[in-house]
């Protein structure tokens, strides 16, 4: 079974000799190996069941070390890393001849990011390199924003889980590639949003991928719970008196007969919340979780992107 720690000796060690760790970031807690060992990066994708034709993320303590994974880093690039690394943003950029393609799913291009959790940053710190973490669960399940749900997703295994608690971003990190003779490219929603990196661009972010570039988090069917979801605009009468029917409401409950949790309308608190909200409902066997769709708006996109792959539309809402 899974073991809890916060011992960071344990912790290195355990990724020196090629093993697993799951790690706490400030957006969800990653399944963790040596970036350089192809042996363990192997062993995340079996682990989570992930195809490798997905590539993963490779997590530096500081800026400093970008140019070990990347090359030919440009302007804005560096702008936003200094704006905004630590935290919760990625950065798509050209690779190094050496970096594996196991990491990169083939493509020529790297994912880099430098996350802000203070236990992270001085594991990264101690470990000395890049370690790949993907979300440290099973392949397109629900994200673990605490320790507790990655030893949900893994009961069955000896994976050693070092307990940062709770996130206090709660959802993935947005996306951006920047990569030579293409636009800036937001390839991925999250809590930091387009305005946000436009400022510091001074130029507007394009929506989507350039070409055929992968990235995490684009699977149609992705955060998604086991109880059949649906997302609602206008909840369903009947419903509401089914206790089969649990809810996950916006900050507009209504009398349910079924479980339900409102986790308010301030989008910081909302997306910090929503993992750990999804998970205590679908472990209640219910026959169907409704959620209702937050507000319209930049403050909400990351929000709605991960809905939208959790759940289907409620027939006549959306």
């Known amino acids: 079974m899974p073991q809890l720690t916060t011992d960071l000796d344990l912790a290195c060690a355990r990724l020196r000799a090629g093993e697993l760790l799951a790690l706490p970031t400030e957006t969800v807690y990653g399944l963790a190996a040596d970036a350089r060992n192809e042996a363990a990066v ?3 994708y079996a682990l989570k069941g992930r ?10 303590a500081d800026a400093s070390q970008a140019t070990q994974w990347a090359q030919d880093i440009s302007a804005q690039a560096q702008r936003l890393m200094e704006a905004f690394w630590p935290g919760p943003l990625t950065l798509v950029l050209p690779a190094r001849p050496e970096v594996s393609r196991l990491v990169t799913a083939g493509q020529d291009s790297v994912a880099l ?3 802000a959790h203070p236990l992270a940053q001085r ?15 099973r392949y397109m399940s629900i994200s673990p924003s605490c320790a507790e749900h990655v030893a949900q997703q893994f009961a069955d295994s000896d994976l050693l889980i070092l307990d940062g608690g709770p996130c206090q971003v709660g959802l993935e990190s947005t996306i951006v590639s920047l990569l030579p003779d293409q636009p800036a490219c937001l390839l991925r929603a999250g809590m930091l949003g387009p305005s946000t990196l436009q400022a510091v ?23 998604a719970p086991a ?19 649990a809810w996950l409401w916006c900050g507009q409950a209504q009398p349910s007969a079924g479980p339900a949790i409102d986790l308010g309308n301030e989008p910081q608190a909302y997306a910090r919340q929503l993992y750990a909200a999804l998970y205590r409902l679908d472990r209640l066997g219910a026959q ?4 209702q769709l937050p507000p319209a708006g930049e403050a909400w996109q990351a929000v709605h992107d991960r809905l939208a792959r959790a759940a289907q539309p409620l027939p006549d809402n959306d």
């Open 42 to 44: 192997t062993k995340v």
């Open 201 to 223: 661009l001074e130029s507007p972010l394009q929506l989507g991928a350039a070409g055929e570039l992968r990235v995490p988090g684009q699977h149609h069917r992705h955060y």
């Open 113 to 115: 990011r430098v996350p």
């Open 288 to 291: 169907r979780l409704l959620i």
């Open 51 to 60: 195809p490798p034709s997905n590539p993963l993320i490779v997590h530096l």
């Open 227 to 245: 109880t059949p979801s649906l997302r609602f605009s206008q909840p369903p009468a009947q419903a509401l008196t089914d206790p089969a029917c």
């Open 123 to 137: 594991l990264l710190q101690q470990f000395g390199d890049g370690l790949v973490a993907p979300s440290a669960n």
